[in-house]
């Protein structure tokens, strides 16, 4: 069984970093995505950004390209997500997620949503204060 544990979430200004840490317990195959969807009360889950070990290749949400930046250590099992400069808009609870990559034959992850198969943290809060 796999666990997924984040960390990092904090209460920061406007400008501002952070870096969310998803630690993962127990294996997950390269042939997974590992990224981070985020949600905001009152609003839709949204995808944020996600990494394909299988083909060394990260994604974006638009709202965060420039801004956020994924990336695995593979020795430690954990995916990081460096938050810079943090928009009042990127308050969210923050989700780490794993999937196996077939089932989405190339749609990227972050419009398509998990799906039944994966797994989830249980969030880390970003709070950004104009």
């Known amino acids: 069984q796999v666990q997924l544990v984040e960390s990092g979430g904090g209460s920061v200004q406007a400008g501002g970093s952070l870096r969310l840490t998803c630690a993962a317990f127990?294996?997950?195959?390269?042939?997974?995505?590992m990224g981070w969807f985020r949600q905001a009360p009152g609003k839709e889950r949204e995808g944020v950004a996600y990494?394909?070990?299988?083909?060394?290749?990260?994604y974006y949400a638009d709202s965060v390209k420039g801004r956020f930046t994924i990336s695995q250590d593979n020795a430690k099992n954990t995916v990081y997500l460096q938050l810079n400069s943090l928009k009042p808009e990127d308050t969210a609870m923050y989700y780490c997620?794993?999937?196996?990559?077939?089932?989405?034959?190339?749609?990227?992850?972050?419009?398509?949503?998990?799906?039944?198969?994966?797994?989830w943290g249980r969030g880390t809060q970003v709070t950004v204060s104009s």
């Open positions: 990494i394909y070990a299988g083909f060394d290749s990260t």
């Open positions: 127990g294996y997950i195959p390269r042939s997974y995505y």
């Open positions: 997620a794993a999937d196996p990559a077939f089932k989405f034959n190339g749609e990227s992850w972050l419009t398509a949503g998990p799906s039944d198969s994966s797994y």
